[in-house]
């Protein structure tokens, strides 16, 4: 079954400081993961994607995320948070060829000045 | 500006009675979802509809009814049967086709279900 684990329900980091929002999926055959980002009752905004190719994924607001297919694991990390980077990041996967998108608990980023 | 309107944004309701959400896109999107947020469970499918008057359960479909009778809206009713339906309530949308997985969900801004 594809499952998808965010292991860290809280993480804290201060500002200028490097994060690290952990992902693990579980999915047989090619996976497509995602990161989405949840500001305060506000739907999800999407950050970036993995699909193919160059492991190391670039997205929006600085953000970024390493696929390592022998760890099955996609991290997002941002090399310098910022406090407005505050909010519930979101992890998910998608079995190639499936209409189903199945999302991680979330992690609540907490970036303190 | 293209995007998804979710409407009303805060409902209550009293237990017995059935409420409905309301999505509307303006994206020409043919896929459609509606996800169930509660805390510390992340985000669940309802219901999805790849195209009009089609539609499919998702994990947690029971208590719920949609309809897709165009291609610009996709509204969710909430029935008395649904045993616990205080959440906030997600509706989405992205293209679809051949690569349809490798798509994007586009969000609304949620409507946040309230039962007294």
């Known amino acids: 079954a594809q499952s998808v684990a965010q292991p860290e329900d809280q993480v804290n980091v201060a500002e200028g400081n490097p994060l690290t929002v952990k992902c693990t999926y579980s999915v047989s055959g090619n996976p497509y993961l995602f990161w989405y980002v949840q500001y305060p009752n506000r739907g999800l905004q999407f950050l970036l994607k993995?699909?193919?190719?160059?492991?190391l994924v670039k997205g929006s607001y600085g953000f970024e995320a390493e696929f390592n297919k022998s760890q099955t694991s996609f991290h997002l990390k941002k090399p310098s948070a910022l406090v407005s980077d505050s909010a519930l990041y979101f992890c998910?996967?998608?079995?190639?060829?499936?209409?189903?998108?199945?999302f991680g608990t979330g992690t609540r980023l907490q970036v303190f000045p | 500006d293209g995007g998804i309107t979710q409407s009303p944004k805060y409902l209550f309701r009293k237990e017995g009675q059935n409420v409905t959400l309301s999505c509307e896109q303006n994206?020409?999107?043919?896929?459609m979802y509606w996800y169930r947020q509660d805390p510390g469970q992340g985000l669940r499918l309802i219901y999805y509809s790849q195209i009009v008057n089609d539609f499919q359960k998702g994990d947690i479909a029971e208590g719920y009814s949609v309809s897709r009778e165009k291609k610009e809206s996709f509204p969710l009713t909430v029935t008395s049967a649904q045993k616990n339906p205080t959440a906030f309530y997600l509706c989405?949308?992205?293209?679809?086709?051949?690569?349809?997985?490798?798509?994007?969900?586009?969000f609304g801004a949620g409507s946040r279900l309230t039962v007294l």
């Open positions: 994206l020409n999107h043919d896929a």
């Open positions: 989405a949308s992205s293209m679809a086709g051949a690569l349809s997985g490798a798509n994007v969900l586009t």
């Open positions: 998910a996967v998608r079995r190639a060829n499936t209409d189903k998108l199945i």
């Open positions: 993995y699909i193919t190719g160059d492991n």
